[in-house]
């Protein structure tokens, strides 16, 4: 297996000055490797070119203070998650609406209780809190709904609920937060149960296939040219509760960190450190994308997950580029 070595590119982003990004929520890159954040903040969308150099924004006013993820569809348009208004948008590169999947700030009946997983009492409709969008290879949209139910979701092209599977627990097909969605050249469906440690996979039609348990709280995933599988992964700090390994005490605590697997889900590296502010390391990578070069962009929702829990620096790192070694 042939090694893949990374290293953070510091200083890359040119954020304007007196700008700011607490919360990067989600990243995404098009064909033209221009890199589009999903920001929580005064600029939802914010967009470079592959050199780091500010292109412009958009979203000023039109999304909530819960904006999630963003992806790019094949066909260039942008899917962006709004959880906090329990929505999914599609719009032009330049930010124009195009369509709205689900109700403005309606979330379905699940029984959640507006913060606790646990609390999750049945499955129900889009949406209540969705997190991530992917489009398969035959243009159908599939939108993992979130922190507030415990379902997948699959739309046609044009908006029509096509079919819907999931519901709380830790069986095959359940879940405890789907959070990060992909799906790879032959239509498998690959979802991050985060709160349950482990990736699912899935049919196009949503039939459970298998799974990989070698991660740690994924929060989202990418494919590369080679179908290999990039993985975001969280930490597990003392006071929280993973469903696979139970109450987090300071000895099971684990720090924040990069995978990639082969096609198999063999782990072919990964890295990050104890030091969660230093860079290459991470407080809280939520979200990621490749560009046509394989460096790598990583979203961390550094404010909510360690700023404001005490555990980084204000001016930590909310987002990181990474090269491809040579």
Not at 252 to 257: G, S
Not at 280 to 291: K, R, V, W
Request: charged share 20%.
């Amino acid at each position: 297996m042939t090694q893949i070595n990374y290293s953070v590119t510091e200083g890359w982003e040119q954020l304007p000055k007196g700008w700011e990004h607490r919360d990067v929520a989600g990243v995404a890159v098009d064909g033209e490797d221009n890199v589009y954040l999903m920001c929580r903040g005064d600029h939802p969308v914010v967009i470079y070119d592959q050199q780091g150099n500010f292109k412009g924004s958009w979203g000023e006013g039109d999304f909530s203070f819960r904006t999630h993820g963003i992806y790019v569809a094949p066909n260039g348009t942008l899917f962006c998650t709004d959880d906090g208004q329990h929505t999914v948008r599609q719009f032009t590169p330049d930010g124009r609406l195009l369509m709205t999947l689900g109700i403005l700030n309606t979330p379905s009946d699940t029984g959640y209780d507006g913060s606790r997983v646990s609390s999750i009492e049945r499955a129900a409709g889009p949406f209540n809190r969705p997190t991530n969008v992917a489009v398969g290879p035959g243009g159908d949209i599939y939108i993992t709904d979130g922190y507030g139910n415990a379902r997948v979701h699959v739309f046609s092209a044009t908006g029509q609920l096509k079919r819907s599977w999931g519901e709380p627990g830790r069986g095959p097909g359940q879940f405890h937060l789907p959070h990060g969605i992909a799906i790879d050249t032959e239509g498998r469906v690959y979802v991050c149960d985060r709160e349950s440690d482990r990736i699912q996979i899935f049919s196009p039609d949503g039939e459970y296939l298998s799974e990989w348990a070698d991660t740690q709280r994924p929060t989202h995933l990418c494919f590369d040219s080679q179908g290999r599988a990039y993985v975001t992964e969280l930490a597990w700090h003392a006071g929280s509760r993973s469903y696979t390994h139970g109450p987090i005490t300071p000895e099971t605590e684990r720090h924040a960190r990069m995978s990639i697997y082969d096609k198999d889900g063999k782990v072919i590296t990964r890295w990050g450190t104890p030091e969660a502010s230093a860079p290459g390391s991470f407080c809280a990578p939520h979200g990621l994308a490749l560009d046509s070069k394989n460096d790598l962009y990583v979203s961390e929702v550094t404010w909510t997950f360690a700023v404001n829990r005490g555990r980084a620096p204000v001016d930590c790192h909310t987002f990181q580029k990474f090269s491809l070694e040579a």
